[in-house]
Nanobody, 128 residues
Framework: QVQLVESGGGLVQAGGSLSVSCTAS????????MGWFRQGPGKEREFVAW??????????FYADFAKGRFTISRDSAENTVHLQMRSLNPRDTAVYFC???????????????????WGQGTQVIVSS
């Protein structure tokens, strides 16, 4: 089992920056990919970014809306993945979830179905 705990988030004005983090514990050696998803009010959960846990491969990958504004990174020593967000706008308001998967399933990491472990989510609110 892998446990994921998000931190960060909060309230920020439009145009501002915010970071959220996700710390993994348990069988972290089983993790192959870590991803971030978000779910806005009344919306379905959507992909944000993913990254290889151990540094192999050609990741990271981003959703189109995140390219150029969001940066996903990992801190292997701390078993933590960060999502740095800038130029935020009210459409970025959502609960942000991190997720982990042990599966080697290339081209599928944008789907929430690939992920086996999920954090509880952290709220990000962008005010206009």
């Amino acid at each position: 089992q892998v446990q994921l705990v998000e931190s960060g988030g909060g309230l920020v004005q439009a145009g501002g920056s915010l970071s959220v983090s996700c710390t993994a514990s348990g069988r972290t050696k089983d993790i192959y990919v870590m991803g971030w998803f978000r779910q806005g009010p009344g919306k379905e959960r959507e992909f944000v970014a993913w990254i290889h846990w151990n540094g192999v491969g050609s990741s990271p990958f981003y959703a189109d809306f995140a390219k150029g504004r969001f940066t996903i990174s990992r801190d292997s020593a701390e078993n933590t993945v960060h999502l740095q967000m800038r130029s935020l706008n009210p459409r970025d308001t959502a609960v942000y979830f991190c997720a982990a998967t042990p599966f080697r399933a290339s081209n599928m990491y944008e789907s929430h179905r690939v992920y086996e472990y999920w954090g509880q989510g952290t709220q990000v609110i962008v005010s206009s």
